[in-house]
């Protein structure tokens, strides 16, 4: 039988669309929402004064923009590495933790001794502390387990975190981030490995798309490619960690398989940058993880924005390099480390990130978008990049539902 839709109406609220290459702030607006959909969206004078709604929601002067999206995380694991950031602080660097043994490895042996259940509750935390934040839509990678079981562990709750949280959580197959010992020194067999575990994994329905690392102290520009064609045979889309700590070529593989995304980018070269514009490709900036490991060589904001390339701004959040939970402080950080444009940042953390995800229908506010939205104590948009260290943000609304 079909349903009459519930209608709710949000008013007294400023709203920024982000519709047009503008804040498109509407200073006295209006929203209707049917279920999980944006109806309506102008001034509250042009209201209809006829309008029957279901539920009317006072939204008390607040500033209302589209629910964020964390585009790139590594939300899902065991443990932490607090003790490897202090080595670091004391001069020892990222790559020789990593040498030693140690960074990535230490959260994969910590994440397969976690059990599943324990992987969620300290997952479901971690996103109710992203959505106090503003995020209504995240992205989780796995790449801790790095076994046919663990990583199906692993995506397993990153779909459970839906579910506990109410959140939309779109899930990345990253079993190509880091080699395990029981690999040791036979990368190639591992990436056949991997190759062979990704047709299972998305029987299950756990895969959205699929990620890899390339670099020095991850896989060869060879190795990716041979993932990304395993993805592209079940018609998955790919995405990358690229150029991060130097220039492998990996933007531009990546988007010659037609990539969503490539992220981090420090070291992007000008063939990339054409590449990645010539494919529709976003470049997700990730300032938590430069921050953390003191990197001096910015990626090519300039250049990026003169090519047209979309710019998105994530978090990152991963126990070695950004345990951040704040995209409104990602966005202010890439405002300040990177230079972009407060305006440019919040688009990279709303209509930039969705589209780094694939996703068309959200990251504004205009009718037929998702009604995924944030609600905060502030007066203008530029402000999300202005504060930093606290939370403006008084609550979400998720596919039209009032989340916290
Ligand atoms: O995105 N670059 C590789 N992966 C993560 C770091 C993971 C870790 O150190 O645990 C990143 O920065
Ligand atoms: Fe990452």
Request: proline fraction near 5%.
């Amino acid at each position: 039988m079909h349903q009459k839709p519930i209608r709710r109406l949000w008013r007294q609220a400023r709203l920024a669309t982000l519709t047009g290459t503008d804040w498109g702030l509407l200073e006295h607006g209006a929203l209707l929402t049917e279920d999980e959909r944006i109806a309506w969206v102008g001034p509250v004078a042009d209201l209809p004064s006829d309008l029957s709604v279901d539920e009317e929601h006072d939204l008390g002067g607040g500033l209302l923009t589209p629910g964020l999206v964390d585009c790139h995380t590594h939300l899902v694991y065991g443990g932490r590495r607090a003790d490897e950031a202090e080595l670091r602080l004391n001069g020892v660097s990222y790559e020789q933790i990593a040498r030693a043994g140690g960074g990535i490895r230490s959260t994969v042996a910590a994440t397969r001794a976690a059990s599943e259940e324990e992987l969620l509750a300290q997952a479901v935390r971690r996103t109710q502390v992203l959505r106090q934040q503003g995020v209504t839509t995240l992205e989780v990678k796995s790449g801790y387990g790095l076994s046919l079981e663990a990583e199906a562990r692993c995506l397993r709750v990153a779909r459970r975190l839906g579910n506990e949280t109410g959140l939309s959580v779109r899930t990345t197959f990253l079993g190509a981030h880091a080699l395990p010992p029981e690999f040791e020194g036979r990368p190639d067999d591992y990436i056949d490995a991997v190759c062979t575990w990704l047709p299972t994994l998305h029987a299950q329905g756990l895969v959205d798309a699929v990620d890899a690392f390339c670099e020095t102290i991850g896989f060869t520009p060879a190795q990716t490619r041979q993932v990304f064609e395993a993805a592209r045979s079940l018609g998955l889309p790919v995405k990358l960690h690229a150029e991060q700590l130097s220039d492998q070529g990996g933007a531009a593989l990546a988007a010659s398989f037609g990539a969503l995304s490539c992220d981090h980018l420090e070291h992007l070269s000008p063939e990339g940058i054409a590449a990645m514009k010539a494919a529709g490709t976003v470049a997700v900036l990730l300032p938590g993880a430069f921050y953390m490991l003191r990197e001096t060589k910015l990626p090519p904001v300039a250049a990026l924005r003169e090519a047209g390339v979309p710019m998105a701004v994530s978090t990152d959040h991963n126990p070695g390099t950004s345990p951040a939970l704040s995209l409104p402080l990602m966005a202010h950080m890439a405002c300040s480390f990177f230079r972009l444009t407060p305006l440019e940042a919040v688009r990279g953390i709303t209509v930039h990130a969705a589209r780094a995800l694939g996703l068309h229908d959200r990251g504004t506010l205009a009718p037929g978008q998702r009604a995924d939205l944030a609600l905060w104590d502030l007066e203008h948009p530029n402000e999300l990049t202005y504060w930093f260290g606290h939370t403006p943000c008084r609550c979400v609304v998720v596919g039209g539902e009032e989340c916290s």
